[in-house]
């Protein structure tokens, strides 16, 4: 919980698990450089929800940045040091566009806050992180409400998204 545990995105275990699996593949010749040139090539999708434009309270988000539910999978952006790399974030958007899976953005309102996922703790890894999630209203309230359009293309079980990522 929290990322903080032992096994949690904070924690070591990610990159001794890389370093194990590199130890193997290399006949336990390992080096340190051999982790990070690993870990710098590993491109990661952190999925979470964000919230979207919700016409009860629309006070909490930026109308002309803002995900809107039944519009498709977001890619957060969060400003200056919290953002995917352009390349990447290119790479992502052309993957979708080629696959005709429905994507937009999402910009947290100026000054309102935002949360964040595990993305931060993989990027300080040097790993290429981008953070895609469906829009959800009422985040964290007792009854939320997605999209269903959103969330089954967005789903690991939909041929759509497994074909593109098989692809890349």
């Given at each position: ?50 919230d ?16 809107r ?51 931060l ?48």
């Amino acid at each position: 919980m929290g990322s903080v545990n032992n096994t949690g995105a904070r924690s070591q275990f990610l990159s001794t698990t890389f370093a194990e699996l590199i130890a193997a593949q290399r006949d336990n010749r390992y080096s340190d450089l051999d982790l990070r040139r690993a870990l710098h090539h590993s491109l990661v999708i952190s999925a979470d929800t964000n919230d979207g434009i919700n016409p009860i309270f629309p006070g909490t988000s930026e109308p002309t940045n803002a995900a809107r539910v039944g519009y498709g999978v977001a890619i957060k952006l969060y400003g200056p040091g919290f953002d995917a790399p352009s390349e990447y974030t290119a790479q992502i958007r052309g993957l979708m566009e080629r696959n005709n899976i429905p994507w937009q953005t999402h910009t947290y309102k100026v000054d309102e806050g935002g949360g964040g996922t595990i993305g931060l703790f993989m990027s300080m890894q040097d790993m290429q992180v981008i953070d895609l999630g469906v829009a959800l209203l009422s985040m964290h309230a007792p009854f939320e409400m997605s999209s269903k359009a959103d969330v089954v293309v967005f789903s690991p079980h939909d041929e759509r998204f497994l074909h593109a990522i098989r692809a890349s």
